[in-house]
């Protein structure tokens, strides 16, 4: 294994444990321009863009966000997508970080079982449009690991 990967991937392990989640992500962007593919380094990348949304729509991310979709999507099958390939990151996490991961997996089953059922997805919605209204960030944070490369 290439030493340079290793050391950027040891260090964005070693901020995602303390919760650096900005320093966390960029070593792992620079592990990920070394080896593209390396499932570790897509995971811990997944789980920085999910943890470090802002939590400014009822103490709860943006989930659009979270599935990497436009605010107000109606596109079940795209979320659906989204949803599948973070779960396949995301799943029987036996890692250090497994807190981490578990915490993004939770956000993520939370943010798809909201945008699904449309009863949740209206209440969500207003929240969402109240965010902005109030001028509170909801801006998204596209993660990108899955959908670039």
């Keep these: 294994m290439n030493p340079q990967f290793q050391h950027y991937l040891n260090l964005s392990k070693s901020f995602l ?12 962007i620079r592990a990920r321009e070394i080896d593209p593919n390396h499932s570790e380094v897509l995971e811990i990348i997944a789980i920085t863009d999910i943890l470090m949304l802002p939590k400014n729509i ?11 979709v436009s605010n107000y999507s109606d596109d079940q099958q795209v979320m659906l997508n989204n949803f599948k390939s973070l779960m396949e990151l995301l799943r029987s996490n036996t890692r250090d970080y497994s807190r981490l991961a578990n915490e993004a997996f939770m956000l993520v089953m939370r943010a798809y079982g909201v945008l699904a059922n449309s009863s949740d997805k209206v209440l969500f919605d207003d929240e969402l449009r109240n965010a902005v209204n109030d001028g509170r960030s909801v801006s998204m944070n596209l993660i990108d690991y899955i959908y670039n490369y």
Excluded: S, T
């Design 17 to 28: 444990v303390l919760r650096k989640f900005q320093e966390c992500r960029q070593y792992a």
């Design 58 to 68: 009822n103490g709860q991310p943006n989930y659009y966000a979270i599935l990497n």
